[in-house]
């Protein structure tokens, strides 16, 4: 599951740490970049690896939103539903990329291009409606943005 190269870059990083357990978060999310998500063999494979026990590693992974348990699109799109987005947009928001998709929050399109969470703060709440695309985030929002938003994730995947 998890390739030479990519157990010779965890051997570097765990080096860098006083205690192996120490480079979780960072292994974690290096695996759920190779292997798209964190699955329970991926999970107990970290366990072992970092000599923790798999019901460690799920805490932390079960924990964190930005880590993923079960199979994800291409493409996660985050949208804030914390107080000042929400004050400004955010459910709207929300509910506009719920119909443009034809899924609810936290669901997957069909065609497994997009997977759309909310999320709370993002921490950028002097920005808001915010949401997040692969990690960018974009601010601001309006039903208009996401849209070409929306329309440039289409033409980049035809
Ligand atoms: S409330 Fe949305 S970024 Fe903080």
């Given at each position: 599951?998890?390739?030479?190269?990519?157990?010779?870059?965890?051997?570097?990083?765990?080096a860098k740490?006083p205690?192996?357990?120490?480079?979780l978060?960072?292994?974690?999310?290096?695996?759920?970049?190779?292997?798209?998500?964190?699955s329970?063999?991926?999970?107990?494979?970290?366990?072992?690896?970092?000599?923790?026990s798999?019901?460690?590693?799920m805490?932390?992974?079960?924990?964190?939103?930005?880590?993923?348990?079960?199979?994800?699109?291409?493409?996660?799109?985050?949208?804030?539903?914390n107080?000042?987005?929400?004050?400004?947009?955010?459910?709207?928001?929300?509910?506009?990329?719920?119909a443009?998709?034809?899924?609810?929050c936290?669901?997957?399109?069909?065609?497994g291009q997009?997977?759309?969470?909310?999320?709370?703060?993002?921490?950028?709440?002097?920005?808001?409606?915010?949401l997040?695309?692969?990690?960018?985030?974009?601010?601001?929002?309006?039903?208009?943005?996401?849209?070409?938003?929306l329309?440039?994730?289409?033409s980049?995947?035809?």
């Amino acid at each position: 599951m998890i390739s030479n190269e990519t157990r010779a870059r965890f051997d570097a990083l765990v080096a860098k740490y006083p205690e192996r357990r120490s480079a979780l978060i960072p292994i974690l999310h290096a695996v759920q970049a190779e292997a798209g998500y964190l699955s329970p063999e991926a999970i107990a494979w970290v366990a072992a690896y970092l000599d923790l026990s798999a019901a460690d590693v799920m805490s932390v992974a079960s924990f964190y939103d930005m880590l993923n348990l079960e199979p994800v699109g291409r493409h996660m799109l985050y949208v804030c539903h914390n107080l000042s987005c929400t004050l400004l947009g955010g459910e709207r928001l929300i509910r506009h990329l719920e119909a443009r998709l034809g899924i609810r929050c936290g669901e997957t399109t069909p065609d497994g291009q997009v997977t759309l969470r909310r999320m709370e703060c993002l921490g950028a709440c002097g920005a808001a409606p915010v949401l997040q695309l692969d990690g960018v985030f974009h601010e601001q929002m309006t039903a208009e943005r996401a849209d070409a938003l929306l329309e440039r994730l289409r033409s980049e995947s035809a």
